[in-house]
């Protein structure tokens, strides 16, 4: 059984009064439905360190679990220090280092 993975109505813009100040945009990984990500976390750089980070990835895993999600997992850059805290804040466990390539040339 072949799973929807994008709920583009999922995606939300966060605001702050009228002002906006972030947008989050879960997403399903498996073909079950059972695995999830916050695909994209941002926060508009007036507004950071104001916890708005931590409620936009709050509101993402409310939405993957109603989506079913079981296991959401998250990653983000080994210097973003501001995304690690959001993640231990919000009960996420540290499980291992992932490693990043880029292929510039041609075949």
Do not use: A, N, T, Y
């Given at each position: 059984m072949k799973t929807k993975r994008f709920y583009p109505e999922d995606w939300q813009i966060g605001y702050h009064g009228i002002k906006?100040?972030?947008i989050t945009m879960p997403q399903l990984h498996d073909e079950g439905g059972e695995i999830g990500s916050n695909y994209y976390l941002g926060v508009v750089r007036?507004?950071?360190k104001k916890?708005?980070?931590r409620a936009l990835q709050r509101r993402a895993v409310e939405i993957l679990q109603v989506r079913g999600a079981k296991i959401i997992v998250g990653s983000t850059d080994a210097k973003n220090t501001a995304m690690m805290k959001v993640f231990e804040s919000l009960g996420y466990e540290?499980?291992?280092t992932q490693y990043f390539y880029a292929y510039t040339g041609t075949l």
């Open positions: 906006p100040i972030g007036e507004e950071r916890g708005f980070g540290f499980k291992e």
